[in-house]
């Protein structure tokens, strides 16, 4: 089993920049593919970002393609996801979770190891 814990959130204008960060413990990080989700007040929980085992595939939602950047640094067990350009509608809570064995999956039932979120504000 791996434990995550995210890290990283907070209150930005829009236009601006954040990097979050996900620190795993447990398990070897290495193969996990890594996840990152975010959920809004009053909405489902949504698919962010993938990265797989070795960093070497990427995948994105089409909201956050060509602003937010994930990657992974397995010698360090952390997970990341640089947002950029941020917009009022990227406020939410944010999670990463670990997919076993997985490629990047956009199916958050594929993922375990759930962390309690950082909350991402951006203001208009």
């Known amino acids: 089993q791996v434990q995550l814990v995210e890290s990283g959130g907070g209150l930005v204008q829009a236009g601006g920049s954040l990097r979050l960060s996900c620190a795993a413990s447990?398990?070897?990080?290495?193969?996990?593919?890594m996840g990152w989700f975010r959920q809004a007040p009053g909405k489902e929980r949504q698919f962010v970002s993938a990265?797989?085992?070795?960093?070497?595939?990427?995948y994105y939602a089409d909201s956050v393609k060509g602003r937010f950047t994930i990657s992974r640094d397995n010698a360090k067990k952390t997970a990341y996801l640089q947002m950029n350009s941020l917009k009022p509608e990227d406020t939410a809570v944010y999670y990463c979770a670990a997919d076993l064995w997985g490629g990047g999956d956009s199916n958050s039932s594929k993922y375990e190891g759930w962390g309690q979120g950082t909350q991402v504000t951006v203001s208009s």
């Open positions: 990265i797989n085992w070795s960093g070497s595939m990427t």
């Open positions: 447990g398990r070897s990080f290495s193969i996990y593919a």
